[in-house]
């Protein structure tokens, strides 16, 4: 039997390539696929078909060689994910997975938002969304209490779930309105005029860190940006008090 190739993503695929197997989705829209062998019982895969950046998965591909070899598993074990249950926190969220607004936005967005969400749903996710109050949101927020940035993350995550679903008409209000951060930086010091001369004083015109120490103070962009940019977006040098730093 040939193996096929988890890596391809599916874009490049046309149909599902494994032979006798074949999906179709259940009322709520849920994704199902089996192997339909004749002369066989049909199984129902339980692993999950793509991943991320839309390539199918090594789990599902070991699955079905598995399965097509004989070894369908223990008749008396249960799916791998609960039943996804109408009206659910796990349904909202696997809603949202599959809306316009949240596959429009980055793959490392989208990714996070997954992680996090994914983990409030092992806890909550069968309990109706509908019924979720703020202080069921602060109690979540508390237990990660001693990881803050996890726990506002988790809250900030749920306002834009909630979010989503009010403007869907999923959800009448948002459970996580008015829950504050744990988490409250003072910020960055901004430079004083003093402290950019000093370290103008210390880093002469011509070494690397005065070069990146100019771009960020005379064009404000983010650390991010600024190792992009190349020599295709300067059209004039840059002035700095009686210095001129061409680049």
Same mark, same amino acid.
């Given at each position: 039997?040939?193996?096929? &190739?988890?890596?391809?993503?599916?874009? &490049? &695929?046309?149909?599902?390539?494994?032979?006798? #197997?074949?999906?179709?989705?259940?009322?709520?829209?849920?994704?199902?696929?089996?192997?339909? %062998?004749?002369?066989?019982?049909?199984?129902?895969?339980?692993?999950? =078909?793509?991943?991320?950046?839309?390539?199918? /998965?090594?789990?599902? /591909?070991?699955? =079905?060689?598995?399965?097509?070899?004989?070894?369908?598993?223990?008749?008396?074990?249960?799916?791998?994910?609960?039943?996804?249950?109408?009206?659910?926190?796990?349904?909202?969220?696997?809603? =949202? =997975?599959?809306?316009?607004? !949240?596959?429009?936005?980055?793959?490392?967005?989208?990714?996070?938002?997954?992680? %996090? *969400?994914?983990?409030? #749903?092992? $806890?909550?996710?069968?309990?109706?969304?509908?019924?979720?109050?703020?202080?069921?949101?602060?109690?979540?927020?508390?237990?990660?209490? /001693?990881?803050?940035?996890?726990?506002?993350?988790? %809250?900030?995550?749920?306002?834009?779930?909630?979010?989503?679903?009010?403007?869907?008409?999923?959800?009448?209000?948002?459970?996580?309105?008015? %829950?504050?951060?744990?988490?409250?930086?003072?910020?960055?010091?901004?430079?004083?005029?003093?402290?950019?001369?000093? !370290?103008?004083?210390?880093?002469?015109?011509?070494?690397?860190?005065? *070069?990146? !120490?100019?771009?960020?103070? $005379?064009?404000?962009? &983010?650390?991010?940006?600024?190792?992009?940019?190349?020599?295709? $977006?300067?059209?004039?040098?840059?002035? /700095?008090?009686?210095?001129?730093?061409?680049?």
């Amino acid at each position: 039997m040939e193996k096929t &190739r988890s890596t391809v993503p599916l874009a &490049r &695929r046309t149909g599902i390539p494994f032979k006798h #197997c074949s999906r179709d989705r259940d009322r709520h829209g849920n994704e199902r696929f089996y192997i339909r %062998v004749p002369g066989m019982p049909k199984y129902r895969m339980r692993a999950a =078909y793509m991943d991320e950046s839309g390539s199918i /998965t090594k789990e599902f /591909t070991d699955e =079905y060689h598995r399965v097509m070899a004989g070894d369908r598993g223990d008749k008396k074990a249960g799916p791998l994910y609960p039943r996804i249950e109408p009206g659910s926190v796990l349904w909202l969220v696997q809603t =949202y =997975y599959r809306s316009k607004s !949240f596959q429009s936005q980055s793959p490392a967005t989208r990714k996070d938002k997954r992680s %996090v *969400l994914d983990r409030y #749903c092992r $806890n909550v996710g069968q309990l109706p969304f509908q019924k979720i109050r703020k202080s069921d949101i602060e109690a979540s927020q508390m237990k990660r209490v /001693t990881t803050p940035g996890a726990a506002d993350k988790l %809250v900030k995550y749920l306002k834009a779930l909630f979010n989503w679903a009010i403007t869907n008409d999923h959800a009448v209000f948002n459970p996580a309105s008015g %829950v504050t951060k744990i988490h409250k930086s003072p910020g960055f010091h901004a430079w004083s005029e003093g402290e950019l001369e000093k !370290f103008r004083t210390e880093y002469a015109i011509g070494t690397t860190a005065r *070069l990146a !120490f100019e771009l960020m103070v $005379n064009l404000g962009v &983010r650390r991010s940006d600024l190792v992009k940019l190349g020599w295709k $977006n300067w059209s004039c040098p840059i002035k /700095t008090g009686q210095d001129q730093i061409s680049v």
